[in-house]
């Protein structure tokens, strides 16, 4: 129990300070005998801050709660 909250609030503490990133994807348009045409698709992924000090509240709690049971 208590590895899986310390867990939760590492997560948490990482998602409340970067709040997204960019997911670069390559995709082949074209592949001409030599000739290779490829495109670069960026896919920006964001998650609000809050959900991170959610699961930081909850890895709190839980980390808490494994202490008082052991």
Known sequence: M???AIILIVIGG???VFTGFTLI???EV???GPLE???EEKTPIYWSPITGGILLAA???AFVASRRTA
């Open 37 to 39: 045409i490829n495109k």
């Open 59 to 61: 890895g709190i709690i």
């Open 30 to 32: 074209a592949d001409i």
């Open 25 to 27: 994807t390559k995709k």
């Open 14 to 16: 990482i998602m409340t």
């Open 2 to 4: 208590k590895t899986l």
